[in-house]
Nanobody, 115 residues
Framework: QVQLVESGGGLVQAGGSLKLSCAAS????????MGWYRQAPGKQRELVAA???????NYPDSVKGRFTISRDNAKNTAYLQMNSLTPEDTAVYYC?????????WGQGTQVTVSS
């Protein structure tokens, strides 16, 4: 079993920055993909960043250039650095880990960007 715990959410002003952390524990396969998703009220959950255990990243156009995903394999932790935040970034952010056997989810952390 794998458990994911997010932290770092909160309230920030537009134009500000926030860094989220996701600590994974349990039986984790060495080859996996970790990602961050977000879901705003009334909208579908969407991928905002993904990173493989080898360090390859992927971002949608909506966050490209503003968000950076990284991971520390020794600590089993993924991070999401969010810069130039706008109110449209307000959502619950969820961490995920996919090891091609199962997709695990964290409980989510609220990010609110004020104008």
């Amino acid at each position: 079993q794998v458990q994911l715990v997010e932290s770092g959410g909160g309230l920030v002003q537009a134009g500000g920055s926030l860094k989220l952390s996701c600590a994974a524990s349990g039986s984790i396969f060495s080859r996996n993909v970790m990602g961050w998703y977000r879901q705003a009220p009334g909208k579908q959950r969407e991928l905002v960043a993904a990173i493989t255990s080898g360090g390859t990243t992927n971002y949608p156009d909506s966050v490209k250039g503003r968000f950076t995903i990284s991971r520390d394999n020794a600590k089993n932790t993924a991070y999401l650095q969010m810069n130039s935040l706008t109110p449209e970034d307000t959502a619950v952010y969820y961490c995920s880990l996919n090891d091609y056997s199962y997709n695990y989810w964290g409980q989510g952390t609220q990010v609110t960007v004020s104008s």
